[in-house]
């Protein structure tokens, strides 16, 4: 029977212990938010390994059995097999958790459950299952989180990054919230279904209740001593001061003098036309950072762009964002770029619009984005393009105020979404119904 139960008495245990199947106990207390963190865990596995039993055992309700198996402390887990004890784990331990079942409960064979032995990934991809690895391993600590450490949006994910600034741990994240697939991805390959969550040298360490516990008991600084420790950790630490140590950071080959290739060569000459300040680093005269910034980026290529110690991309990246006008939009949130005078702001927006209007044969201007859009309107534009086979760009105008008022008085337009055609307005939602019923709009827009 599939499922987690309830130990009511020794008696019951013993007896179930000594039942002929693997047997898996969960010491926990209702106080303990890591043991109910890693309760949800122990679920999920007892779902994935129907022909073994799981209980849960209250420590301080049940002192009796508490005693007899040596419980010191919450979460604590005892595997059982053939009526023996064969293995302990102490401590809020995802992944060694999992491991100890797998070992001790999915050896055991099955003819009616052949599905026992599905490892937690089962379901991935292997270019997911790979990416996946890759992130994890990309840093001594991960995080997996929604939103940046800069703004986190949610507020266990801002916790577990005041935790690790406090212990002063140098980690890198992924907003999960900008990636569906890593999301629903991490919850298979870490067998851990909410977020966020805290990878030490590839192997989960948990949530944020659990991240909690760790700060709360000190134990986290044993991760960060032993991360120290690494020669890999040395490195990073350096690759982290060299990412930072400019607002806009370049590694290139070669120098803005002297580019050794045509994508550096590329991407300085874009900084230099847009009036950006920056350094750079020779990634030729140092093969640990030419080939450490590859992993600590998870980019295989060089150049790398850096805005306020966050990849930005190569030289394909940059110039499509200066095309589109992000680029400078970018620097001036981050405040690396000043703001101009009004007439020069005026005359600087308009290039800006003329640009973004031109920036694609098709270009819609709207709220969200094509895979999310964020109103009606939006979404029956994007439905009624697809429908027609018509390749379009888009620009977020949510995310960039400075342009959604700009537009209203450069199209002398007043709402969104709007469609441009070879830079020419062409209309709203309304009138892009109208052209898709009348049959007129691949044409209209193939002009």
Known sequence: MAGVRDIKSKAELDEAVNGGKPVVLHFWASWCEAS??????????????????????????????????????????????EGKTVDTLEGANP?????????????????????????????LNANLKSRLDQLVNSSPFFLFMKGTPDEPKCKFSRKVVEILKTEEINFKSFDILADNEVREGMKLFANWPTFPQLFHKGELLGGCDIVISLHESDELKSYKNDSDSDPNSVLEKRL?????????????????????????????????????????????????VREGLKTFSNWPSFPQLYINGELIGGSDIVLEMQKTGE??????????????????????????????????????????????????????????????????????ILGDEEVRQGLKEFSNWPTFPQVYCKGELVGGCDIVMELKESGELKDTLSE
């Open 327 to 396: 680029l400078q939009s970018l620097l001036t949130q981050k405040g690396i770029v000043t703001t101009t005078t009004t007439g020069e702001e005026e005359d600087n927006l308009e290039k800006k619009l003329t640009r973004l209007t031109n920036s694609s044969p098709v270009m819609v201007f709207m709220k969200g984005s094509p895979a999310q859009p964020r109103c009606g309107f939006s979404r029956k534009v994007v439905e009624a393009l697809e429908g027609e086979g018509i390749e379009f760009g888009t620009f977020d």
């Open 240 to 288: 982290l001061e060299l990412i930072n140590s400019s607002p806009v950071m370049v590694f290139m080959k070669g120098s803005p003098s002297e580019p050794k290739c045509g994508f550096s060569n590329k991407l300085i000459q874009i900084l230099k036309e847009e009036n950006i300040p920056f350094n750079s680093f020779d990634i030729l005269s140092d093969e640990s």
């Open 36 to 81: 109910k963190q890693m309760d949800q865990i122990f679920s999920h596995l007892a779902a994935d390994h129907p022909h073994a039993l799981f209980y849960r055992v209250e420590a301080e309700e049940q002192p009796e059995i508490s005693e007899a198996y040596s419980v010191a402390a919450v979460p604590f887990f005892v595997f059982c097999k």
């Open 95 to 123: 992944s060694a958790l999992t491991e100890k079942v797998s070992k001790v409960v999915g050896s055991t064979p099955t003819i009616s459950t052949p599905n026992v032995e599905t490892p937690p990934t089962e379901g």
